[in-house]
Structure formats: C-alpha cells, structure tokens
C-alpha cells in the first residue's frame, strides 16, 4: 500500500565509516592545537617568572580595582537591607514600668496597646531606622547685670572690643571713666575701668548739683534718673548728696579733641601738601573711626617704617603728656593737618620739610597703647576727619 512506504536500506559499514572520519579530524585538530597551547603557556610562565617586577602594576590595578568593586557591592546590599526595628515612639511606656520593672510589658502587649490607640501600624513604624534622639537641655538667658563692676584692660584690648564683651555702647565706657574720656583711643594694660551695667553717663554729683541740672547737662529728663533701679534714690523728695554716683540712662557728653602745641616759626618754602593722601603704613586696621576714636589704629610690627602721607612741613616732633607718646605732626599748609602716634623712634625735626612719602618715623608701643600699632589722624582745620575717607 502507499502508506507503508519502505524504508531505504543503509549499507552496513556506511556509520562505521563516517565514525571514523570524525575521530581522525578530532585527532589532528587536538595534534595542532595542544602543541601551541602548551607552547603559549610556557611562554607566558617564562615572562611571568623572568619579568614579574614589571607585572607588579598590572596586577595590583586589578586587585584594586576588584576591591573597589566588591565594597560598593556590599555598600549597596547593606544599603537596601531594611532591618526590622520597632520605632522607639511608638512604644509608650507607663510611669508604673520604672517604678517596677516586672511589668514591663512583653512585645506583644507592647503592639496591642499601640493598635489599640493609633489603629493598623505603618510599614515605617514596623521597619523604622534606628535614630539618635535629641536630648533635651535647658537653655540659660543672659540676665543683665545688677550693679557696676570692674574691669581690668588686657593686651590687644579697645574702648570699642570692651564694650562688645559687656553689650554696651563705646561711649558708656569712655563717660564712666575720666581717664578714658581725656583720651578715649588710649588704654593702658592693667588699667582699671567702671563698666555699667546699662548705656549711659555715670555722674559724681558735685555741690550745688540737683536733679535738674543734671538732666539738663546730659539732655535727659529728671525721670529717667529718679526711675533707674541702679541708683537707689528714694521718694517722694529724691535726695542727693555731693560724692553720690547716678547713672544718667541716655545721657551724653560733647566731644573734646586734644591739643598738641605745634610749631610756630616760619613755614619752609615749598612745603605745601596736594591734599591727596597715602597709607601711611601697610598693616591692618585694629581700631576704626568712631565718636571716642577720631582716628584709625593701623596694626604693624615695632619698628615699621612709617610715611609721610602727603608733602608738608613738621609741626610737632617729640613726646606727648596726653597719651601719644612719642607723636609727628605734618602741617600740610592747606588746612590739612597728620598725626602719627605711639612711635618708637623719630627722624624728622620740627620746621623740616617733608615730601609724600619720605619716611618720618618708626611704629612703636609708646604712650598709652595696648599693642604695636600706628595710630593715624587727619585733621581739616582742627577738626578731625575719618582718615578712610581721603585714603586710596
């Protein structure tokens, strides 16, 4: 029948053949390759061994580069990882836990009372990560002070950088204390100052003083001496005596500039000044420009060089009585007048000319300074002016 097709007879000895053709190509393939394999690997054992000094690098890159990879691996497992902890928060314990510590309660009853008050817990508060809490401390105010101290001058130490260590106003400083206030840029090391204890003048009261010359003096009311705490005045009548201390809250006084006695002879010819002005020294400004600081305090070493700032003659060469120390005045014959204070030595004489920028002097400590600084004034007609405003 068509459908029992016969199948095609396969002569023996045929498959045997076919057999034996693969075994014998398998042969040679191995009789090539194996050869060359074993010479490629004795070729790379005898460099390796030969010139392992020059591998070196190349196997420590690989070392290290498999190290680096293995760290960020494991960083990354570690970091996907939730570690199951039960928050902190949502565990509330009862006062009875700590008096007793038999009844602290097991987890479990821990949970039920946390589903009993806040219902199903989140995923966060069953895998919540572990957490530093804040600890609570007591913050102390400032309170203000309740009676007037001392306090005695360091080294480096200004009128401005005391009365930011107590919170009050330079001028405070400078009105409670006479020696202060006659050169208020000028302090002595171990020099004793009275700090208040709020902004304001400190008044001796003097015979014939009464309550309302002493307001009217230091433009303030009668009531805002009678009503400070500080000064125990009792009422209805308020009575002062002379040698009492009142604080005068808000009070000021006038300012009043040194004078030095200049030179008087004749002007040297030529010796005019452009009004153009330069730094005097190089350094850093220690003390600025303020109402009991006419001036600005310019931090060198002893023995800087110091400059004429502009062209001019000498008014003023030697030692002062009023806190300079050793001080140079340059007259600069246009209404502009210099002063160089605390130097240590002195190369001009009065009536000398000088040109901008000769040098006239060096830095010193002299006089009343806490420190090695230049202190550096410009006056206009008398007047003194904020040096900062004229230099480059």
Same mark, same amino acid.
């Given at each position: 029948?068509?459908?029992?097709? $016969?199948?095609?007879?396969?002569?023996?000895?045929?498959?045997?053949?076919?057999?034996?053709?693969?075994?014998?190509?398998?042969?040679?393939?191995?009789?090539?390759?194996?050869?060359?394999?074993?010479?490629?690997?004795?070729?790379?054992?005898?460099?390796?061994?030969?010139?392992?000094?020059?591998?070196?690098?190349?196997?420590?890159?690989?070392?290290?580069?498999?190290?680096?990879?293995?760290?960020?691996?494991?960083?990354?497992?570690?970091?996907?990882?939730?570690?199951?902890?039960?928050?902190?928060?949502?565990?509330?314990?009862?006062?009875?836990?700590?008096?007793?510590?038999?009844?602290?309660?097991?987890?479990?009853?821990? /949970?039920?009372?946390?589903?009993?008050?806040?219902?199903?817990?989140?995923?966060? !508060? /069953?895998?919540?990560?572990?957490?530093?809490?804040?600890?609570?401390?007591?913050?102390?105010?400032?309170?203000?002070?309740?009676?007037?101290?001392?306090?005695?001058?360091?080294?480096?130490?200004?009128?401005?950088?005391?009365?930011?260590?107590?919170?009050? $106003?330079?001028?405070?400083?400078?009105?409670?204390?006479?020696?202060?206030?006659?050169?208020?840029?000028?302090?002595?090391?171990?020099?004793?100052?009275?700090?208040?204890?709020?902004?304001?003048?400190?008044?001796?009261?003097?015979?014939?003083?009464?309550?309302?010359?002493?307001? $009217?003096?230091?433009?303030?009311?009668?009531?805002?001496?009678?009503?400070?705490?500080?000064? !125990?005045? $009792?009422?209805?009548?308020?009575?002062?005596?002379?040698?009492?201390?009142?604080?005068?809250?808000?009070?000021?006084?006038?300012?009043?500039?040194?004078?030095?006695?200049?030179?008087?002879?004749?002007?040297?010819?030529?010796?005019?000044?452009?009004?153009?002005?330069?730094?005097?020294?190089?350094?850093?400004?220690?003390?600025?420009?303020?109402?009991?600081?006419?001036?600005? !305090?310019?931090?060198?070493?002893?023995?800087?060089?110091?400059?004429?700032?502009?062209?001019?003659?000498?008014?003023?060469?030697?030692?002062?009585?009023?806190?300079?120390?050793?001080?140079?005045?340059? !007259?600069?014959?246009?209404?502009?007048?210099?002063?160089?204070?605390?130097?240590?030595?002195?190369?001009?004489?009065?009536?000398?000319?000088?040109?901008?920028?000769?040098?006239?002097?060096?830095?010193?400590?002299?006089?009343?300074?806490?420190?090695?600084?230049?202190?550096?004034?410009?006056?206009?007609?008398?007047?003194?002016?904020?040096?900062?405003?004229?230099?480059?």
């Amino acid at each position: 029948m068509d459908g029992n097709k $016969e199948r095609p007879v396969v002569p023996q000895g045929t498959t045997g053949k076919s057999k034996t053709k693969k075994k014998g190509w398998l042969r040679r393939r191995l009789e090539v390759a194996l050869p060359r394999f074993f010479a490629w690997l004795a070729v790379t054992t005898w460099r390796v061994s030969g010139d392992w000094r020059g591998m070196r690098p190349i196997f420590s890159r690989v070392v290290a580069h498999i190290a680096v990879f293995a760290i960020a691996y494991l960083v990354l497992v570690a970091g996907s990882v939730h570690w199951p902890v039960l928050a902190a928060q949502s565990l509330p314990l009862a006062p009875e836990t700590f008096a007793r510590p038999e009844a602290t309660p097991s987890p479990e009853a821990a /949970l039920a009372e946390v589903l009993a008050h806040n219902g199903e817990p989140s995923q966060s !508060d /069953l895998w919540a990560p572990l957490s530093r809490r804040a600890e609570p401390h007591t913050t102390i105010p400032e309170r203000p002070r309740l009676e007037v101290i001392t306090y005695t001058v360091q080294l480096g130490d200004t009128v401005q950088s005391i009365a930011e260590r107590f919170g009050l $106003e330079p001028t405070t400083i400078m009105w409670a204390n006479p020696a202060v206030e006659d050169a208020p840029d000028l302090l002595r090391i171990g020099q004793e100052l009275v700090i208040l204890p709020i902004d304001g003048v400190y008044h001796t009261v003097q015979e014939g003083d009464t309550l309302e010359s002493i307001a $009217e003096k230091y433009k303030v009311d009668v009531e805002a001496i009678t009503s400070c705490p500080y000064n !125990d005045l $009792e009422p209805p009548d308020f009575a002062i005596e002379p040698g009492m201390k009142l604080i005068v809250p808000g009070g000021e006084k006038p300012y009043v500039p040194r004078v030095v006695t200049s030179y008087t002879g004749p002007v040297p010819e030529g010796a005019r000044g452009t009004g153009l002005f330069q730094w005097p020294v190089l350094g850093y400004i220690t003390q600025g420009y303020w109402y009991g600081h006419r001036a600005i !305090d310019i931090g060198v070493p002893e023995g800087t060089a110091v400059r004429a700032a502009d062209a001019g003659f000498i008014s003023f060469a030697g030692w002062t009585d009023v806190g300079y120390g050793y001080l140079v005045v340059i !007259d600069h014959a246009n209404g502009f007048a210099t002063y160089y204070a605390h130097l240590s030595n002195i190369y001009v004489t009065a009536g000398q000319a000088v040109e901008r920028g000769q040098v006239i002097a060096a830095s010193g400590n002299t006089g009343r300074s806490t420190g090695p600084h230049l202190h550096f004034e410009i006056r206009y007609n008398g007047i003194q002016q904020n040096p900062r405003a004229y230099l480059p």
